[in-house]
């Protein structure tokens, strides 16, 4: 079975422009979480849906970022505009469909390298 | 609230030694425990989790990790280290019922000497 995927893997972009960052959850999950891992402060949850509706924001950083699933196959994570500070590796995971299930699958990453 | 403290951000074993890394875990409800790995430049990878039955929970590539409720606890250990350990993992623990959110540990970097 395919695996959470995520592109691009590599991003390297001018301050101020727009990023997008895609991921496609595995077949079936019906919970999809943003995560930006960085040196300075450890991995943190930007953002999650269930069902493609975003249940808790509050990791988003500011209004830069926003985030949508338009569907149970696709997520978009987007800043604009970005900034230097935004360089990080973000991490999308999809959760299995049954209530039991809280563990999460992880994608490689986007490696987002803003200058 | 749920959280995770993991004992030390570096451990370094020789190649054959026993790993051991440390997690303890504070939650409101029944907890449901993960240990992740992370390898360079790749995601986090689920090594085991623990839900609910037995407490001594088996994973891949010779992990296994104990649930004490008495300590909680949940440490992941190795009999012997290789070199292919070398590592980052991350101890983790769910949010409450019906919330999917993970806490996560800060991290356990793993260094293996030959």
């Known amino acids: 079975d395919a695996g959470v995927i995520q592109s691009p893997r590599h991003e390297v972009t001018e301050m101020g422009q727009e990023v997008t960052l895609r991921c496609k959850p595995i077949?079936?999950?019906?919970?999809l979480f943003w995560y930006r891992q960085t040196m300075m402060r450890g991995l943190e949850l930007l953002i999650y849906f269930n069902n493609n509706v975003p249940i808790d924001d509050s990791g988003m950083p500011e209004d830069r970022f926003s985030a949508k699933m338009p569907n149970a196959s696709f997520s978009t994570l987007k800043i604009q505009p970005s900034e230097p500070r935004d360089s990080a590796v973000y991490f999308c995971a999809s959760r299995p469909g049954t209530k039991s299930s809280y563990e999460q699958y992880f994608g490689p990453g986007t490696r987002l390298t803003v200058t | 609230a749920q959280s995770v403290t993991q004992l030390g951000s570096h451990v370094s074993v020789s190649e054959g030694a026993l790993v051991l890394l440390r997690c303890n875990y504070s939650s409101s409800v029944p907890p449901y425990l993960f240990w992740y790995v992370q390898y360079p430049n790749q995601g986090l990878q689920l090594l085991l989790k623990y839900t609910t039955g037995a407490t001594l929970v088996k994973g891949i590539n010779g992990f296994e990790a104990e649930f004490k409720k008495s300590e909680t606890s949940f440490h992941l250990t190795k009999p012997s280290a290789h070199m292919s350990d070398a590592a980052e993992y991350f101890c983790a623990v769910r949010g409450a019922t019906n919330d999917y959110k993970l806490s996560f540990g800060a991290g356990t970097t793993v260094t293996v000497r030959a």
């Open positions: 077949s079936g999950h019906n919970s």
